[in-house]
């Protein structure tokens, strides 16, 4: 398979509270394969063997006495230390991308591609990509969504989006950007992005 008969590969990125998952969702409405990151990285806590990394990067005390991943407990850890964060990025991201190159391989009839990741940018999937699709709301806007929807203070929350590129920083360097806001034709400006990118693939 020549490189033109492969799928474009599109990074769909955006800071935490923006809502790609409602705009994913769209894209996958519109027939195009979608790969969620987050998702994907989840089930690796279910493999003994990431079990054992994780232990030996973050200790006992990230280790249920089940066995099991105490994700709070990392959690807490990397969002305070973002020298933490990168070892646990640099642990489950390369395996990620793997895992989405198997993807890419499964449906190389589809024009595109989406690999869904809230760090696109701040771990260089955006450099393996061939066009990056950002999902865009001002921070007071996703703060109040976050609040509602994981119960948490505002610290924390500003404290979260800190291990991220601002949302305005990710947006100036996309190539599309959906500006999601409520009573914003969100739709149409998928569809009109889809359309761009079936265009891309042709020419």
């Given at each position: 398979?020549?490189?033109?008969?492969?799928?474009?590969?599109?990074?769909?990125?955006?800071?935490?509270?923006?809502?790609?998952?409602?705009?994913?969702?769209?894209?996958?409405?519109?027939?195009?394969?979608?790969?969620?990151?987050?998702?994907?990285?989840?089930?690796?806590?279910?493999?003994?063997?990431?079990?054992?990394?994780?232990?030996?990067?973050?200790?006992?005390?990230?280790?249920?006495?089940?066995?099991?991943?105490?994700?709070?407990?990392?959690?807490?850890?990397?969002?305070?230390?973002?020298?933490?964060?990168?070892?646990?990025?640099?642990?489950?991201?390369?395996?990620?991308?793997?895992?989405?190159?198997?993807?890419?391989?499964?449906?190389?009839?589809?024009?595109y591609i989406i690999f869904e990741s809230a760090i696109a940018y701040e771990y260089g999937f955006d450099r393996m990509v061939d066009r990056v699709v950002c999902v865009y709301l001002d921070e007071e806007e996703r703060l109040s969504r976050l609040a509602l929807r994981d119960h948490a203070t505002r610290e924390q929350l500003l404290a979260r989006m800190r291990n991220q590129l601002s949302?305005?920083?990710?947006?100036?360097?996309?190539?599309?950007?959906?500006?999601?806001?409520?009573?914003?034709?969100?739709?149409?400006?998928?569809?009109?992005?889809?359309?761009?990118?079936?265009?891309?693939?042709?020419?």
């Open positions: 398979m020549s490189s033109s008969d492969k799928p474009l590969l599109v990074a769909l990125t955006g800071g935490i509270g923006c809502g790609k998952t409602t705009v994913l969702n769209q894209f996958q409405q519109l027939g195009i394969p979608c790969f969620v990151a987050d998702q994907v990285a989840g089930e690796y806590y279910n493999d003994p063997d990431f079990l054992q990394q994780i232990r030996d990067l973050f200790g006992d005390s990230v280790i249920r006495a089940d066995g099991s991943a105490d994700k709070q407990a990392i959690a807490k850890i990397v969002f305070s230390d973002k020298d933490a964060l990168g070892r646990l990025n640099a642990l489950i991201h390369p395996r990620v991308w793997r895992d989405f190159q198997r993807f890419a391989q499964e449906h190389s009839e589809a024009p949302a305005e920083e990710k947006m100036m360097r996309a190539d599309y950007v959906v500006l999601n806001y409520e009573g914003n034709p969100r739709a149409r400006q998928v569809l009109h992005i889809h359309r761009q990118l079936i265009e891309a693939k042709r020419s």
